[in-house]
C-alpha cells in the first residue's frame, strides 16, 4: 500500500550546518510530494512540494528533488538557523485520492 | 491570506461526553479534512469531505462522526469521548479534489480524562 518512510529524530544540529532529512515513498502512479513543516505550537505549514519527477521544490533555503527512480524526496539545507527548529513531515498525494499521506515526522533542534 | 481556524486551541471533556470540533476555512475550498497527531505516530486521516454533506472515511473513523452543511465549516464530533481520543487534531483544506496543497488550521489539543 501507499505509505511515506522518513527518518526518526530528533536530529540536534549546530547553527550553519547542513542539514538532510531523508524521506522515501511507496506509491502506484505518480504522486505529488510536500514537505510540512510544524514550529512549536503551530499547525503545519507548507514548506514546499513537487508534482513530478525532476521537479525542485524550494522554500527559505531548503530543497528537495522528487526521485521517481529511488522513489525518494530528500530535504536539504546549506546552513540551519536556530529558527528551523521544528517537526518537519514528509508527504505524498496520489493522483486518484485527495488525502495527504504523512511519514511520521522528523523533529530539528538547532543550537547556537 | 490563506486562513483555516479551528474553534478551540485547547480542550478539556470528561469521558463519556459528546465532543465537537469546529473547523472554519474562509478560501471556498471544496475539501476539508481532519486528522490526527500522535507522538511517533504522524498524522492519519480521520475523515474527509469533497464538498457540502458529503463525507469519506479516513485511516481511523471509528469513535468519530462529522458534519459539513456549509462549504466553509467542518466538524468534527466525538459521540462519547474515551481517554484513547486525547490527542491534537488537525483541520485542512484544500482547492481541488485532488494533488493541490492543504491549508491547515493551528490545532485543538484535546484531553479526555
Redesign the interface.
Known amino acids: 500500500g501507499n505509505s511515506v518512510t522518513q527518518m526518526e529524530g530528533p536530529v540536534t544540529l549546530s547553527e550553519e550546518a547542513f542539514l538532510t532529512i531523508n524521506c522515501t515513498y511507496t506509491a502506484t502512479g505518480y504522486p ?1 510530494l ?1 514537505w ?1 513543516v510544524q514550529y512549536p505550537g ?5 514548506l514546499l ?1 513537487a ?1 513530478k519527477a525532476d521537479d525542485k521544490g524550494s522554500n527559505k533555503g531548503f530543497e528537495a528533488t522528487y526521485r521517481k527512480e529511488t522513489t525518494s524526496f530528500h530535504l536539504e539545507k546549506g546552513s540551519v538557523q536556530v529558527s528551523d527548529s521544528a517537526v518537519y ?1 514528509c508527504a505524498f ?8 499521506i ?4 522528523t523533529t530539528l533542534s538547532v543550537s547556537s | 491570506d490563506v486562513k ?1 481556524t479551528q474553534s478551540s486551541r485547547y480542550l478539556v471533556k470528561r469521558t463519556g461526553e459528546k465532543v465537537f470540533l469546529e473547523c472554519v476555512q474562509d478560501m471556498d475550498h471544496e ?1 476539508m ?1 481532519w ?1 490526527r497527531q500522535d507522538p ?6 480521520i475523515y ?1 469531505s ?1 464538498d457540502v454533506k458529503m463525507k469519506e472515511k ?1 485511516d481511523i473513523p471509528e469513535g468519530y462522526s462529522v458534519s459539513r452543511e456549509k462549504k466553509e465549516r467542518f466538524s468534527l464530533i466525538l459521540e462519547s469521548a474515551s481517554t484513547n481520543q486525547t490527542s491534537m487534531y ?1 483541520c ?1 483544506s ?1 482547492r481541488r ?11 485543538t489539543r484535546l484531553t479526555v480524562l
Open positions: 505529488s510536500f510540512y503551530e499547525g503545519l505549514q507548507l512540494k508534482t513531515f498525494q496520489g493522483q486518484a485520492g485527495t488525502a495527504l504523512f511519514g511520521k515526522g | 483555516v475539501n479534512f486528522y511517533g505516530l504522524g498524522l492519519r486521516l474527509f469533497y479516513g488537525l485542512a484544500s479534489r485532488s494533488t493541490d496543497t492543504q491549508y491547515f488550521g493551528p490545532g
